[in-house]
């Protein structure tokens, strides 16, 4: 059998893509916000309940961008518990990441200790729908109100999933997201960023663009851009959305059904919610359990990831560290089970077996 390994990237039909590219050609305009491109961002709005939506590079540079945008240079309250990313960016802005603990059924930032965690300095919230799965959004919009602070979601994980009657990107100052090859939606490279006030927008645009208009400089900007073969990818891959959530509903219950009255935790689906299903992570009892599992998968050359591990509170360049002992255990326990379109059912069952075998 082939190797099966965490995720494989969905790949449309190459003929529906060269199509798409045969227009691009006609053309001959590659890049610099071509019609693909706004196609896209405005097939965009409805998954981020905003006009204001950007097609970016990638998920990194979306976050970026967006602690630019709202000028944040102090302290940023951030979740331990996420892809590497959501930390370095805030590092790479030169902001200093304070990282608070998670709430361990909803695997996102616990509100209550982002309130006692704030200091004069601190200036934004930066929270992961981890797995996709929301945070408390609106604790969250209450203590930012209630302190005068910024709030970037990382929705890296998030296409798709809808909170409270709204798309889960539609949340906080800034939501962003990355549309990487291993995402659930992707365009190969990009990302995205969404806002609601016209000044931020028009901010992230000359941001994403090197900070001036024709002749006319503005601020320090960068190269955020994406290129209309991205853009040919996003606008394909969103026709094929709904196929693809549906098949991913069906393959995460059936896993979830396989594993139920074993000893392994499973991400909590809360109340008010749509969920993408982008992941799905089984907290085992113990990390021996979990090595125990890896190798036992590992000889029949199944491969999934420790999804997310090391907890970033043990990131090696961290100047100051804090402690998070309950995304620490967490991030050792925790793996995410191969899910992907192409999955079929009974390679679900035998992956189960599997995972069974390791509980009680
Ligand atoms: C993938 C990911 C990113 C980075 O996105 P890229 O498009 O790969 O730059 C950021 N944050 C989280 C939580 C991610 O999973």
Redesign the pocket.
Known sequence: MAQVLVTRTYLPELSEYTELLEGVWHRGQVTNNGPLLQELEDSLVPHHGTDHVLFVG???IA?QLALRALDITGEVITTPY??V??TTAILWEHCTPVHVDIDPVTFCIDPARIEAAITPRTQAILA?HVYGLPCDVDAIATIARRHGLKVIY?G??AFGTTHQGRPLLSYGDISTC???A??IYHTV???SIACHDEETYRKLRLLRAFGHIKDDHFLVGINGKNSELHAAMGVLMLRHMPSILERRKAQWWRYAEALQGCDVQLARVPGDTDYNHAYFPAIMPSEAALHALLEDLAKNDIHPRRYFYPSLTELPYLSARGTCPIAEDLARRALCLPLFHQLDDALIDRIALFVRSHLK
């Open positions: 990638n998920g990194t976050l996420s892809y990313a959501s992961t990382d890296a994980h990355s549309f990487h291993t995402k490279e990009g990302g």
